[in-house]
């Protein structure tokens, strides 16, 4: 199923996209797209039995803005240099253990929304990334397969970074990665029986229509279902986490000098396949 959010910011209401393209209200089944749904067997059940039968009603799409497909986030934990192309465009050692770093629950907004660039901000960044969303709550996971096993679905993310901030300002990464507006997410949440490999997704970004990352899911250095391992290790996730697991080649700052970096105007357009397309302009904070 692709489920997602749609209506104005902060009120958003469930929805699904049908294979024939028509957007459904949910909202007479379940009040909301997040962990609580997700953990639930039963409602989503409820949801793909309506779906079969017809039995859910016609949104109008036009004018119609899409929200992120996931209310309610616990957390957001991401890993960093997860591609080996993307580990040797900025010239990194491949990490031995997955880079975890957090982005904060409030950087999510919609995937067409206006992303803005921080006040001072001379390097922000653009990453095109796969976001794993847990639908059952894992801790101390013994393999990779039980992994997967815990992964509701997947989205698109946009793992917007300053690279100064990051990078340049001492301390840890998370700097250059809670600036607001910083995560773009979905359109869609695609279940995971709809996404049978996820190490066979590519990944694309475009800046005012120029190809900045063409990438494979198959460059990952760990494979999501051993991210969702690890990461259990250090902490519990729970139904309505969020990973985002890392970006191909491409980025701004892998470029020679002068280096691309965003500035207000700048349109991003990225995609993932079979999780749909997002598209921001970026503006001045």
Known sequence: MKLLRVGTAGRERPALLDPDGTLRDLSGLVADIDGTLLADEDALGRIRSAAEAGDLPA?????????PPLGRIGKIVCIGLNYHDHARETGAEPPAEP??????????????????????????????????????????????????????????????????????????????????????????????????????????????GELK????????????????????????????????????????MGRPEPKPYLRAGDVVELEVTGLGRQRQVFAQA
């Open 213 to 252: 990352q063409d990438g494979t899911t198959a460059e990952q250095i760990f494979p999501v279902g051993e991210v969702v391992r690890y990461v259990s290790q250090f902490m519990t996730l729970y139904p309505g986490d969020v990973l985002n697991t890392g970006t191909p080649a491409g980025v701004a």
């Open 59 to 67: 949104l109008d799409a036009a004018g119609l803005r899409t929200g």
């Open 99 to 208: 880079v975890v770093f957090f982005k904060a629950p409030d950087t999510v907004v919609g995937p067409d929304d206006t992303v803005l660039i921080p006040r001072g901000s001379v390097k922000t960044d653009w990453e095109v990334e796969l976001a794993v969303v847990i639908g059952r709550t894992a801790r101390y996971l013994k393999s990779a397969e039980e992994g997967l096993a815990h992964v509701a679905g997947y989205a698109v993310a946009h793992d917007v970074s300053e690279r100064e901030f990051q990078i340049e300002r001492g301390g840890t990464w998370d700097k250059g990665k809670n600036c607001e507006t910083f995560n773009p997410l979905g359109p869609w949440l695609v279940t995971a029986d709809e996404v049978p490999d996820p190490q066979d997704l590519s990944l694309r970004l475009w800046v005012n």
